[in-house]
């Protein structure tokens, strides 16, 4: 069975940074990209960023691009979101997703945690 488990999230204020983790099990995490997406109250689950599978190539939505960075590390099956320069437009619960190839399409990923709350006060 497929795990997904965000941590991490956090309240921070406006300007400040936080790192978010993802830690996968029960499938070969390094044979897939993962992505990050996040959903605020009222709005649809947008893509944050997403990595593939060796971790060559990023993605970025152009809302956080500049800002945000995400890694792996496959010896730790653990994706990571660093977010700096935070605003309170990212507040929002952050999703941890697994994918075949990557995209910023929600459709494409199978696998999902359960989310991780970041707030940001201005």
């Known amino acids: 069975q497929v795990q997904l488990v965000e941590s991490g999230g956090g309240l921070v204020q406006a300007g400040g940074s936080l790192r978010l983790s993802c830690a996968a099990s029960?499938?070969?995490?390094?044979?897939?990209?993962m992505g990050w997406f996040r959903q605020a109250p009222g709005k649809e689950r947008e893509f944050v960023a997403a990595?593939?599978?060796?971790?060559?190539?990023?993605y970025y939505a152009d809302s956080v691009k500049g800002r945000f960075t995400i890694s792996r590390d496959n010896a730790k099956n653990t994706v990571y979101l660093q977010m700096n320069s935070l605003k309170p437009e990212d507040t929002a619960v952050y999703y941890c997703?697994?994918?075949?190839w990557g995209t910023g399409d929600v459709h494409e990923y199978d696998y999902w945690g359960q989310g991780t709350q970041v707030t940001v006060s201005s």
């Open positions: 990595i593939r599978w060796s971790g060559g190539n990023t």
């Open positions: 997703a697994s994918a075949e």
């Open positions: 029960g499938r070969p995490f390094s044979s897939y990209a």
